[in-house]
């Protein structure tokens, strides 16, 4: 028998824990849809006084069965596949920031923005993002982790403006 209820993917906190987990859950948690060729066949299960089947009831009003015609669910199928969308780890988000190139372990570098805008460092870690450097300031070593975007290596050339 062909029968569907319409679900949506969503993504919930574990209870007592910091972890999420994504589930499918019902968007009419009641309903169920059948094709109408199978309404003797679901009638004859409705009626049966044991059945192997989870107890249902088909949908009635003043008596009369009513039909959902299939143009009428569009709206919960197009939830159904929006929501099953935006649950793949790609789609609908935006693109995380790109990575630029790492600089290596000890590279002279030059702060270009910034606090430390004009100190010269040398690098002691880098993944690209965000790079740790050890400054002097006022005679001593310090590190101060930075965004790569804010560092000029010295092998790097400069634009220079048109005059």
Same mark, same amino acid.
Request: net charge positive.
């Given at each position: 028998?062909?029968?569907w209820?319409?679900t949506e993917?969503?993504k ?7 972890s ?5 859950v ?6 169920a ?7 003797a066949? %679901?009638?004859h ?8 089947h989870?107890? *249902? ?12 015609r ?17 649950? %793949? ?21 030059? *702060? ?5 805008t004009? *100190?010269?460092? *040398? ?5 690209? %993002? ?6 002097s ?6 590190e101060?982790?930075?965004?790569? %975007? ?14």
């Open positions: 028998m062909d029968v209820t319409p993917h969503i919930r906190r574990v209870p007592r824990s910091k999420t987990e994504h589930r499918i019902p968007l009419a948690p009641t309903y849809f059948a094709r109408r060729v199978h309404m066949d %679901l009638q299960i409705e009626r049966m006084d044991v059945s192997p989870p107890r *249902f009831s088909i949908f009635r009003y003043y008596g009369e069965t009513v039909f959902v299939h143009r009428e669910l569009s709206p919960l199928r197009v939830m159904q596949q929006d929501s099953y969308l935006s649950s %793949l780890p790609a789609s609908g988000r935006s693109p995380g920031r790109a990575r630029g190139k790492a600089y290596d372990v000890g590279d002279e570098v030059t *702060f270009t923005t910034g606090p430390f004009g *100190f010269k460092g *040398f690098v002691d870690l880098s993944d690209g %993002l965000t790079t740790t450097v050890i400054v300031l006022f005679g001593r070593a310090q101060v982790k930075v965004e790569t %975007l804010q560092l000029r290596s010295r092998n790097v050339p400069v634009r220079k403006k048109a005059a």
